[in-house]
């Protein structure tokens, strides 16, 4: 067995008497991302005494009637913002991939199917930004000093 | 009288019984799935850093811990669902990838997976 | 609602601003440390000194066989019968093989292109980028009218496999001049690519190649940072052929789940710089032969 296994066993003892516990949400995109974590999708919360669904802004744009001029509003939004991640050399390998597919479904008259495949490929592209902009301000924190 | 209270019985206990039965059979899809998710490289890839005793599970890494002991670990299932969703929450250097935050997997396929490694 | 990026019109003129502040040096960026390539060298070694304090420095320059004795075994065997050994006599030829115009690379390259190796890839000041062995066949083959070669693998890799092996044994010498602050961010660029999580997988080169060396993830074993550019180019069994160094970095990049950056792309370039500069002081042992 090696030391990092090893490490971990003695670890896993360790936590035999603290286990998992969350700790309190700072911040409304702190809250969201625990519950969302926690719960899944759909599912309501409270925030400083407002509730809140676990749903992406994304997943709640989706949902709304179908139709040509949506599919194609949102489609467009993440194209442009994957381009803006590839601009920041952050773009994500399936992204083009589900923009693709967006783009056959609207072809083939599938709003709802296209806006559900752009809303996914607009959550990653933002998620990239988001990425980049957090490991641009961290990447430090990785260093061997 | 007492026949229509007994036919009442029988049919709620039926009910009762199928619809048990149809949550065990959620259930068990659901971790049939869930080990799909663990052992699948283009799903959630578990095995390439967690061992895990699953006689299917085969030539595992060791980046992370092996899962045992899950039920101790997390007497509260939506706090190892929360680590699994995003695991940088806890340690942001960390190796595993926030599977949920990054839509790597589905909602779906996260609560299948929780289901699955809850059993060791 | 999806509008999540605002624009904000005075952005331009805080950076004018904030250029304006630095020029003057009234400002700056305290987040910003000290740009020290050296001392970076230093922790480098040190970390490893440390984590695996039975091995050699110099023993890395033979990546995960430096610490992995079970795999270590196997490919000294391999390397009795050198699998690169023919892309080596196909790279002696083509270099030594004259353009249509009857020059030659080794009129390119100072030394005649020979025993060079260790101070690549360098700092250009004048084109204002890091400059590659590779980049510098092609541009030669260019400037003679020829057309350039694919940058993954065949004859350029072979050329650039023969010129490492003209340079066994030499020590690499990467500079990063201190006082030209287009190299100093090259570098920090380099530094940054290689510790920056990325990709849908949210992994860092460090992830695998640091906190990670010599740690299963499924059957493999990610290889150790310090020296693990100085065998390029490489015979790599999966690939059955010989490849470049760019050709590994876009694979590994790719396994992050990221959009892959081209070959011979800025980025690589300098990581390539950043990565070489941590290999200062091990020998090139070029062309190599991995599983």
């Known amino acids: 067995m090696n030391a990092a296994y090893t490490r971990y066993l003695l670890l896993s003892l360790l936590v035999f008497v603290a286990n998992v516990q969350a700790a309190e949400p700072q911040t409304y995109q702190q809250a969201f991302e625990l519950n969302r974590a926690m719960y899944g999708k759909g599912h309501l919360f409270t925030w400083q005494g407002q509730e809140f669904s676990t749903d992406h802004p994304e997943e709640l744009d989706a949902q709304t009637p179908a139709t040509r001029d949506k599919a194609e509003a949102m489609l467009h939004a993440a194209q442009v913002l994957n381009q803006r991640a590839s601009e920041l050399e952050y773009a994500w390998r399936m992204t083009a991939g589900l923009l693709e597919q967006a783009e056959q479904a609207l072809r083939a008259g599938e709003f709802r199917q296209c806006m559900n495949l752009a809303a996914q490929a607009h959550y990653q592209a933002r998620m990239s930004i988001q990425q980049a902009e957090y490991n641009q301000q961290h990447w430090r924190d990785a260093v061997p000093q | 009288m007492l026949k229509v209270r007994w036919m009442t019985f029988v049919a709620v206990c039926a009910a009762l019984l199928t619809a048990n039965t149809v949550l065990a059979r959620d259930e068990a899809a659901l971790i049939v799935l869930g080990q799909a998710v663990f052992l699948e490289q283009s799903k959630g890839n578990c095995i390439a850093c967690h061992a895990i005793s699953d006689p299917q599970a085969q030539l595992a890494g060791n980046q992370g811990p092996p899962i045992f002991n899950m039920k101790l670990r997390y007497p509260d299932k939506r706090l190892l669902r929360a680590q699994v969703w995003d695991a940088t929450r806890n340690n942001p250097l960390t190796l595993m990838p926030p599977f949920g935050k990054h839509w790597i997997l589905s909602e779906h396929e996260i609560d299948a997976v929780v289901e699955y490694i809850y059993q060791y | 609602?999806?509008?999540?990026?605002?624009?904000?019109?005075?952005?331009?003129?805080?950076?004018?601003?904030?250029?304006?502040?630095?020029?003057?040096?009234?400002?700056?960026?305290?987040?910003?440390?000290?740009?020290?390539?050296?001392?970076?060298?230093?922790?480098?070694?040190?970390?490893?000194?440390?984590?695996?304090?039975?091995?050699?420095?110099?023993?890395?320059?033979?990546?995960?066989?430096?610490?992995?004795?079970?795999?270590?075994?196997?490919?000294?065997?391999?390397?009795?019968?050198?699998?690169?050994?023919?892309?080596?006599?196909?790279?002696?030829?083509?270099?030594?093989?004259?353009?249509?115009?009857?020059?030659?690379?080794?009129?390119?390259?100072?030394?005649?292109?020979?025993?060079?190796?260790?101070?690549?890839?360098?700092?250009?000041?004048?084109?204002?980028?890091?400059?590659?062995?590779?980049?510098?066949?092609?541009?030669?083959?260019?400037?003679?009218?020829?057309?350039?070669?694919?940058?993954?693998?065949?004859?350029?890799?072979?050329?650039?496999?023969?010129?490492?092996?003209?340079?066994?044994?030499?020590?690499?010498?990467?500079?990063?001049?201190?006082?030209?602050?287009?190299?100093?961010?090259?570098?920090?660029?380099?530094?940054?690519?290689?510790?920056?999580?990325?990709?849908?997988?949210?992994?860092?080169?460090?992830?695998?190649?640091?906190?990670?060396?010599?740690?299963?993830?499924?059957?493999?074993?990610?290889?150790?940072?310090?020296g693990q550019t100085t065998h390029f180019p490489v015979y790599r069994s999966k690939w059955g052929e010989l490849g470049t160094l760019h050709r590994r970095y876009e694979g590994c990049h790719r396994d992050t789940r990221s959009d892959p950056l081209p070959p011979q792309s800025d980025a690589f370039r300098n990581l390539e710089y950043f990565q070489t500069y941590m290999s200062n002081g091990l020998p090139v042992n070029g062309p190599g032969a991995r599983k």
Request: charged letters at 20%.
């Open chain 3, 1 to 226: 609602m999806l509008n999540f990026r605002k624009v904000k019109p005075f952005q331009g003129w805080i950076t004018v601003a904030l250029l304006l502040c630095a020029t003057t040096s009234v400002l700056a960026d305290a987040s910003e440390p000290l740009i020290d390539p050296e001392a970076d060298r230093q922790a480098l070694r040190a970390y490893y000194l440390k984590r695996f304090p039975g091995v050699d420095i110099q023993d890395y320059i033979n990546g995960i066989y430096a610490l992995d004795a079970a795999s270590r075994e196997q490919w000294q065997a391999l390397e009795e019968f050198p699998p690169y050994e023919f892309d080596l006599e196909a790279g002696e030829a083509l270099f030594n093989t004259p353009f249509a115009n009857g020059q030659t690379y080794a009129a390119c390259f100072p030394n005649g292109g020979v025993s060079i190796r260790q101070h690549y890839p360098y700092w250009n000041a004048a084109e204002g980028r890091v400059k590659t062995l590779e980049l510098e066949i092609n541009e030669c083959r260019e400037k003679n009218g020829e057309q350039p070669y694919p940058w993954k693998k065949g004859p350029l890799a072979q050329i650039s496999a023969y010129m490492a092996w003209t340079s066994r044994g030499q020590v690499f010498d990467i500079k990063v001049p201190a006082d030209d602050a287009g190299a100093l961010a090259a570098y920090a660029a380099g530094k940054r690519f290689f510790y920056a999580k990325r990709g849908q997988l949210n992994l860092s080169c460090a992830n695998c190649h640091l906190e990670g060396s010599n740690i299963f993830i499924r059957a493999d074993l990610p290889g150790p940072a310090l």
